[in-house]
C-alpha cells in the first residue's frame, strides 16, 4: 500500500511534535485525523495540512484521558476514511517540581494523559488494525523512558510506563502470530516545542528547554519513516542516542550525568517562575505552534558543547572501569 494511501491519526496534533507530525504525513499526501482539546489549534494544523497535495484532514477535538471520547475518535476516522493505517499516540503534559512538591491532582493527572490516553489510543486502534490485517501504532516517549529525570517524576514514570506498553504489546502480538500490526516506540531528545511553557512548574524557577534541542521536524521525519520501515524503538538526536547507549552499558553514570544535567540546565538558575498548573487541567488559550522559540544557533553551539560533554562523561567512566578492572 502506498504511503499517500494511509490514514493517520495523531493525538496532540495541536502544539509541536504532534502538530509537526500532522504536517510531515500530509505532505506525503495522506489523510490525516487531528486529535487534541484546542478545536482553534486544530483548525490551524489542519489548514497548514490541506496545503499540501490538497492532504484530506479531519478535525476532531478530543480529550485524550477520556476513554469514550478516544473511542469516538477512531471510529470517526473510520466513519470518514473507511481505515486506520497509522495510530500515533502522542499527547502528553509534564509537571516540574521537587517529588513532595507537585499537587497530587498533577501527578496524577500527567500519569492520565501520558499513559491512559496511550493505552485508550492503543485499545481503540487496535481492533481496527486486527480486522484490516495491518496498521503501526507507534507510541511518542522520551529518553527520559530511558533514563529517569529529577524535578519531573510523573513525566519520567510515564515515559518508563510507555516503553513497557510497546514492549508488552508486540510480545502479544508475536505470540497471537500477528505479522501485518507494527509497534513502535520513539524516544525523543530534547525537541524545540511549547512543551516546556506549557508544563506545570513548582520549582520555583522557570522551566528551560535542556539543551542540546533539536527540531520537532526532525521528529516528524523519525515518525513517517517507521511506517516505511517499522523498527522497536528509535531514538532521536545524537545527545539521546549517546545517553541511551550510555544507560544500557552504565546506568548509574547516565543517571549521574542526567541529574547534573537537569539541575544545571533544565530550570533557570536566574529566573524564578511562580507555581502554575500549566496547561494541565485546562488547554493553553491561542492557535498553538509547531515551535517554542529554544532552537537557533546559540542553541547549536550548545548542542554540541552538551553533546561532547555527555559522550565525554561516558568515556571518562569506562576509563574508570578499565583502570579498575587493569
Ligand atoms: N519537547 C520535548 O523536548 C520532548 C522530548 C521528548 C519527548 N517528547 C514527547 O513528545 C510528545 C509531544 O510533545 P511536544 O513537545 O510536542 O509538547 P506540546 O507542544 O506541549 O504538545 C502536547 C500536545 O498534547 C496535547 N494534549 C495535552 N493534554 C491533552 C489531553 N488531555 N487530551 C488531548 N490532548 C492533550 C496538547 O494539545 P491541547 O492542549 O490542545 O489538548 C498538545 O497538542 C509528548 O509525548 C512528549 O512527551 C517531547
Not at 4 to 24: F, K, L, N, P, W
Not at 150 to 159: L, V
Not at 181 to 202: K, L
Request: a positive charge; proline letters at 5%; glycine letters at 10%.
Amino acid at each position: 500500500m502506498r504511503l499517500r494511501d494511509h490514514v493517520v491519526v495523531v493525538t496532540g496534533a495541536s502544539s509541536g511534535i504532534g502538530r509537526a507530525t500532522a504536517e510531515a504525513f500530509a505532505r506525503k499526501g495522506c489523510a490525516v485525523v487531528l486529535a487534541a482539546r484546542r478545536e482553534e489549534a486544530l483548525e490551524a494544523t489542519a489548514q497548514e495540512c490541506g496545503k499540501h497535495r490538497g492532504a484530506r484532514t479531519l478535525v476532531v477535538p478530543t480529550d485524550t484521558t477520556d476513554v469514550g471520547a478516544v473511542e469516538e475518535l477512531a471510529a470517526r476516522a473510520v466513519r470518514e476514511f473507511g481505515r486506520i493505517d497509522v495510530w500515533v499516540n502522542n499527547a502528553a503534559v509534564n509537571a516540574f517540581g521537587r517529588f513532595e512538591d507537585v499537587p497530587i491532582e498533577d501527578f496524577r493527572k500527567v500519569l492520565d494523559v501520558n499513559v491512559m490516553g496511550y493505552v485508550y489510543g492503543a485499545r481503540a486502534a487496535l481492533p481496527v488494525m486486527r480486522a484490516q490485517g495491518r496498521g503501526t501504532l507507534i507510541n511518542i516517549s522520551s529518553v527520559a523512558g530511558a533514563v529517569a529525570q529529577p524535578y519531573s517524576h510523573p513525566y519520567s514514570m510515564s515515559k518508563h510506563a510507555v516503553q513497557g506498553l510497546g514492549s508488552s504489546l508486540r510480545q502479544q502480538l508475536r505470540v497471537e502470530g500477528v505479522k501485518g500490526i507494527h509497534v513502535c516506540t520513539v524516544m525523543p531528545a530534547t525537541i524545540d516545542t511549547p512543551h516546556f511553557e506549557q508544563a506545570a512548574n513548582f520549582t520555583g524557577r522557570r522551566v528551560l528547554a535542556m539543551p542540546p534541542v533539536y527540531s520537532p521536524e526532525r521528529v516528524a521525519h523519525a515518525v513517517v519513516d517507521l511506517v516505511r520501515h517499522p523498527r522497536r524503538e528509535v531514538v532521536v538526536g545524537p545527545a539521546g542516542k549517546a545517553l541511551v547507549r550510555q544507560a544500557r552499558r552504565s546506568p548509574a553514570v547516565a543517571e549521574r550525568a542526567m541529574a547534573r544535567q537537569t539541575d544545571k540546565t533544565h530550570l533557570s538558575h536566574d529566573e524564578a517562575a511562580p507555581a502554575t498548573h500549566g496547561a494541565l487541567h485546562v488547554p493553553a488559550s491561542g492557535e498553538g505552534a509547531v515551535h517554542g522559540g529554544w532552537g537557533g544557533r546559540r542553541r547549536t553551539a550548545l548542542r554540541r558543547t552538551a553533546t561532547v560533554a555527555l559522550v565525554g562523561a561516558g568515556v571518562a567512566a569506562a576509563g574508570r572501569r578499565i583502570g579498575r578492572t587493569a
